[in-house]
């Protein structure tokens, strides 16, 4: 049988998939000169393959079969018995139109990923069958030779172990293309999403990592093997733990630390992780195993506000020697905010932008919040919703009318979260990893300054009737 795997890029904006915002994909199309850096950037370095494609793609050649990879329109000899497309909500319109254009060839084409899982209705029209819930237990059906037919159940795997080790190999473009440059932990290019466990413990009643199927992790010896593959195949791979909570038990990291040393493996890697997931110890033991760059929610300065959703806040005190712990060592950090909690008001958006800049983590991320389908979040705010375009649920477009904001307001806020922190000296200095005191000081003279100068141009803007 041959299979084509399409993981199809998207012609607006930068988008990503697969592992980000649970799989229903985020949409960064810029709407401020910052944003256009930050869109271009992003194309550059987070631009990385599809692991659950990779994974599929490890199960049906084990079995025998061909499998194609694509990320492009249907090209004139793509012929195929079965096609597997990676779903999204940000995308799915051209992903529904790509699946249309094959069956026309008479392929039988399938949707996998928590788009289809969760909104089978935006597909099911689309395509023969839709596999709901983590892809690989129905595609190892479908690599013995059983073709689904419309929605079918795709168990979850418990034993991660059992599954054979994603091939990039014929998911990638050329990885050859890849390089380092001084001042980013990722080479240009991306690097390799490894999942050393699925799912998340905590309760966050917005995200939608968690609703798909539940936590599981893989053991210390499964993770470093695919480890040493990746060693074996490719010179100093920097990996990309695409876990959403990468350090959940403490022990677990240690002794992949001590795995990965002990095996002398030469690689460098960034994980996702909540901040209290992690201490000055467990830091530098993850250091000394390569551990260059993490991300990690603050999403918001009001800790009743997090307990509202489900969030147990994380102590300023902690947050903060963290942060400064990973800055004396050289570890990139990216702060993820979201703005427009329903507690929310223009004050405390203004304070959760000025802990962001104040903390001083070396990348932000700023959203809007968006209620995703199937997380109790969506329930809550389904009678609010007044955006019926499902590709607008990027991250950055509001979709509910909200009690305090309007949309104008939190469009206004979310250019004004990326102009204050990207535009200020010490985003620089922190990026550039300058240490010195006396210079540190000057550049927090110059903060204060530029930041008189935001406010100055964030009220003439604001007052500026603007078209929403
Ligand atoms: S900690 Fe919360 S936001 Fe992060 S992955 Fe888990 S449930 Fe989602």
Redesign the pocket.
């Known amino acids: 049988m041959r299979v084509v795997l399409a993981d199809l890029r998207s012609s607006r904006g930068f988008v990503s998939k697969d592992t980000v915002v649970g799989g229903y994909g985020s949409r960064l199309d810029p709407f401020s000169r910052v944003t256009s850096v930050i869109a271009y950037l992003k194309k550059q370095f987070h631009d990385v393959p599809s692991v659950h494609m990779a994974y599929i793609a490890a199960i049906l050649t084990r079995a025998g079969h061909d499998v194609v990879w694509t990320r492009d329109e249907v090209a004139d000899g793509l012929e195929a018995d079965v096609a597997l497309v990676l779903s999204s909500l940000i995308d799915y319109r051209n992903e529904t139109a790509w699946a249309d254009r094959m069956r026309a060839r008479g392929v039988k084409v399938g949707f996998v990923g928590i788009t289809a899982s969760k909104m089978p209705e935006l597909f099911a029209d689309h395509g023969d069958f839709i596999l709901n819930g983590e892809p690989e237990a129905a595609v190892m059906r479908l690599a013995q030779g059983e073709v689904p037919r419309g929605i079918t159940i795709s168990e979850q795997i418990n034993d991660l172990d059992a599954l054979p080790f994603p091939r990039w190999d014929l998911v990638t473009e050329d990885r050859g293309k890849r390089f380092g440059i001084k001042w980013s932990s990722r080479p240009v290019g991306g690097g390799f999403p490894l999942l050393a466990s699925r799912g998340?413990p905590?309760?966050?009643t917005y995200?939608p990592?968690?609703i798909l199927a539940g936590y599981r992790a893989r053991s210390i010896a499964n993770i470093a093997d695919e480890l040493e593959r990746l060693c074996d195949q490719v010179r100093r791979p920097y990996v990309i733990f695409r876990d959403?909570?990468f350090s959940e038990q403490r022990d677990r990291c240690v002794e992949l630390c001590d795995e990965i040393q002990a095996r002398g493996l030469t690689l460098t890697f960034e994980a996702e992780t909540?901040l209290d997931r992690l201490d000055v110890e467990l830091l530098d033991k993850l250091y000394d195993a390569g551990f260059r760059a993490m991300s990690f929610?603050v999403e918001s300065l009001d800790p009743e506000t997090l307990k509202k959703s489900g969030?147990r806040p994380i102590p300023q005190t902690h947050q903060r020697e963290i942060i400064e712990h990973c800055r004396k060592k050289g570890i990139v950090t990216a702060a993820f905010y979201v703005l427009g909690f329903l507690q929310d008001d223009w004050n405390s958006i203004a304070a959760t932008i000025d802990y962001a800049t104040d903390l001083g983590s070396t990348f932000a991320q700023f959203k809007i919040l968006t209620p995703y389908p199937g997380t109790p979040m969506f329930k809550q705010l389904e009678p609010r919703l007044t955006e019926g375009d499902w590709e607008k649920y990027d991250g950055y477009t509001p979709t509910f009318a909200h009690p305090n904001l309007t949309e104008r307001e939190l469009r206004f806020l979310l250019g004004a979260a990326y102009t204050r922190f990207y535009m200020r000296p010490s985003y620089l200095a922190n990026f550039l990893k300058i240490q010195n005191t006396v210079v540190r000081e000057w550049v927090s003279r110059m903060d204060r300054r530029v930041n008189a100068r935001h406010t100055r141009e964030e009220i003439a803007g604001f007052s500026r009737p603007v078209a929403c």
């Open positions: 998340c905590e309760h966050c995200c990592h968690r959403p909570l909540r929610g969030r």
